[in-house]
């Protein structure tokens, strides 16, 4: 499960993550959805790249589900959920990029 914000570090350097929704706490299997998008993610990555992954990972879940929740508001969690795995399927949009929120932070 996210929260309002993630934290992902990988030892050296740790970022905060502040996208998502909070519909997602109403929603059965959220947190097991993105674990397996993150494990896919970084089945993917390149040796040295699984922090990027992850942080790929949880962005890409987290703004699918702003979007899910945006104008036309969906009628209650099961609506929200089929519009959130659709616009999941369909892989970031255009403007991604703009929409996610992530701070690196020195600790």
Known sequence: MTG???IVSDGQTTYLLRNGDPIQTRV????CSLSSFIAA????????????AVIAAISAF?????????EPKPAGPASWAV???DILATGPQS???TDVKIEEIIV
């Open 95 to 97: 403007g991604f990029e």
């Open 28 to 31: 059965t299997g959220i947190g």
């Open 83 to 85: 519009r959130f795995l």
């Open 4 to 6: 309002a914000t993630d």
């Open 62 to 70: 987290n703004v699918a589900a702003e979007k899910a929740n945006a």
């Open 41 to 52: 993610t970084i089945s993917d990555s390149r040796p040295g790249e699984e922090i990027v």
